[in-house]
């Protein structure tokens, strides 16, 4: 399995960008399909986006499609998040998990971050 450390979250106003990062340490990585997940105060754990190994195929849950775009660099064991026109119901701790498929399914994750807080005031 893989180890993975997010970064990049922060405070933001609506409107705003970020782009979070998660690098996950280990060989293997290329061979991970890999998923962002977010869990808002009192709420549970939901999919939003994931891609495949090569990153050819993406899922992106509809809450998010047109505003956040996932991608990967193998060779820098990392992928990112680019998150455009922030709103205050993004505001979340955003997680990152590796899968050996591509899924929204949080149970087929085997590995997970610890998250990163982001917040989009209004």
């Known amino acids: 399995q893989v180890q993975l450390v997010e970064s990049g979250g922060g405070l933001v106003q609506a409107g705003d960008s970020l782009r979070l990062s998660c690098v996950a340490s280990g060989r293997t990585f290329s061979s991970y399909a890999m998923g962002w997940f977010r869990q808002a105060p009192g709420k549970e754990r939901e999919f939003v986006v994931a891609?495949?190994?090569?990153?050819?195929?993406?899922r992106y849950a509809d809450s998010v499609k047109g505003r956040f775009t996932i991608s990967r660099d193998n060779a820098k064991n990392t992928v990112f998040l680019q998150m455009n026109s922030l709103k205050p119901e993004d505001t979340a701790v955003y997680y990152c998990?590796?899968?050996?498929?591509?899924?929204?399914?949080?149970?087929?994750?085997?590995?997970w971050g610890r998250g990163t807080q982001v917040t989009v005031s209004s």
């Open positions: 998990a590796a899968s050996r498929v591509v899924t929204s399914d949080p149970l087929s994750y085997v590995s």
């Open positions: 891609i495949g190994w090569s990153g050819a195929t993406t």
